[in-house]
């Protein structure tokens, strides 16, 4: 059972530090104290909260959400692969996926990086959803005669 800090568990639940803290001298969350008198939370008790706020529909409200478990997406093109590469630079990063003999590239904020953790060698999910499809021929592909397109007779005039 891993026990995490109390900074590492706001993040995880998408909460602020001050509150969490705030609910554990309430009695409102369980945790364990270390020997020198600091609070570490089980990964078990932050799915217990985590699954808690779920079920309860939480009111819009700004600033940052509490992060959650995705359980259905509505795009259908899933490419699963691992990562290859990450890259950080300024606001953007990029992310090189190797899906069987083929690698996609995508180019995501700096942000969802950081928020993601992705690091060399982790598995990792494409979904794809696009309006826009590219076809493309590669040169020295030739097309037997029977396939190549027809061309309809021009109407008379």
Same mark, same amino acid.
């Given at each position: ?16 530090? #001050?509150? /969490?803290?705030?609910? $554990?001298?309430?009695? !409102? &969350? ?15 008790? $932050?799915?217990? /909260?985590?699954? @808690?706020?779920? #079920?309860?529909? %939480?009111? %819009?409200?700004?600033? !940052?959400? %509490? ?6 997406? #509505? ?7 691992? =990562?290859?590469? =990450? @890259?950080?630079?300024? /606001? ?6 190797? *899906?069987?003999?083929? $690698?996609?590239?995508?180019? *995501? ?7 993601? !953790? ?6 990792? /999910?494409? &979904?794809?959803?696009?309006?826009? =499809?590219? *076809?493309?021929?590669? =040169?020295?592909?030739?097309? %037997?005669?029977?396939?190549?397109? @027809?061309?309809?007779?021009?109407? !008379?005039?």
């Amino acid at each position: 059972m891993a026990l995490l800090t109390v900074r590492a568990a706001a993040d995880r639940m998408g909460i602020g530090y #001050s509150t /969490l803290k705030q609910w $554990i001298y309430q009695g !409102k &969350i369980r945790t364990t104290t270390t020997a020198g008198g600091h609070h570490r939370m089980s990964e078990a008790e $932050i799915e217990r /909260l985590l699954a @808690r706020e779920t #079920s309860a529909a %939480p009111a %819009p409200s700004r600033g !940052k959400q %509490p992060a959650g478990l995705i359980v259905a997406l #509505s795009g259908r093109n899933r490419l699963r692969g691992f =990562v290859e590469e =990450v @890259r950080t630079d300024g /606001l953007m990063g990029q992310v090189r996926l190797r *899906i069987g003999d083929q $690698i996609l590239t995508a180019v *995501i904020t700096s942000d969802a990086l950081s928020e993601l !953790k992705l690091r060399r060698g982790d598995d990792a /999910l494409a &979904i794809i959803k696009s309006t826009e =499809v590219m *076809i493309a021929r590669e =040169v020295g592909q030739e097309q %037997p005669e029977a396939s190549r397109r @027809r061309r309809r007779p021009r109407a !008379k005039r």
